[in-house]
């Protein structure tokens, strides 16, 4: 399967700063989404970036899928950014492998 | 529209007993695919299906099956449960053509 590594493991961050989330994959890719967990376990995605740049407000997320990573970029945190993030990725079409997210604490 | 929805939220379960968990998949979703997520660690797929067939399986030993209904609704189901077994069960669904997942708010099962 595709082993996929996401750095940093954890973050704290204090409120208002930027952070960026890296996803590396060890095999070239057809999908990739990046999700938030909350701490009550909901998935909720956040990008749809195969290859490009996207952004959504605060958020915004490159994948240079030649290059096999992909980034996330957070910007003016906010307390309700706190969660695990997670990057999934899949060549299939059915099979999405996870990394093992990034832990994020944002305090005020 | 409704979005995917899971139940039981929480299941309490001892050694050896068989459960059955179930996913209602947003509307105009053919596609399921079910989840294991140990604590600290990411998703691990479980499996996926399609217009009531399985299509794809991850690494997870037969005990662990499913189904899917005609109006797409899906189980999961393990049977001869191990203490290894507790976790959160996740659910996604996507449409025809559409590559983005969608996901449940899960149901956390506990082996004792």
């Known amino acids: 399967g595709i082993q996929v590594e996401q750095s940093p493991p954890d973050l704290i961050l204090q409120e208002g700063a930027n952070s960026t989330l890296r996803c590396n994959f060890s095999d070239s890719v057809n999908n990739l989404q990046w999700f938030h967990q909350n701490p009550w376990g909901q998935l909720i995605n956040l990008f749809y970036i195969p290859s490009g740049t996207k952004q959504n407000g605060r958020l915004s997320a490159t994948t240079v899928a030649t290059e096999r990573y992909s980034l996330l970029y957070i910007s003016s945190s906010q307390t309700t950014d706190s969660g695990v993030y997670f990057c999934a990725v899949s060549n299939t079409g059915n099979q999405f492998y996870f990394g093992t997210g990034t832990s994020l604490t944002v305090i005020p | 529209e409704t979005g995917v929805t899971q139940s039981p939220t929480h299941l309490i379960k001892t050694r050896g007993q068989q459960v059955t968990l179930r996913c209602s998949s947003q509307s105009g979703h053919n596609t399921v695919s079910w989840y294991q997520q140990a604590l600290g660690q990411g998703p691990q797929f479980i499996f996926q299906y399609y217009r009531e067939e399985e299509n794809g399986r991850g690494n997870f030993p037969p005990r662990f099956s499913g189904l899917q209904f005609p109006n797409y609704s899906s189980e999961l189901n393990v049977n001869a449960l191990e203490l290894d077994d507790s976790a959160l069960y996740l659910c996604?669904?996507?449409?025809?053509?559409?590559?983005?997942?969608?996901f449940g708010p899960g149901t956390r099962l506990t082996v004792l």
């Open positions: 996604a669904s996507s449409e025809p053509g559409i590559d983005t997942q969608y």
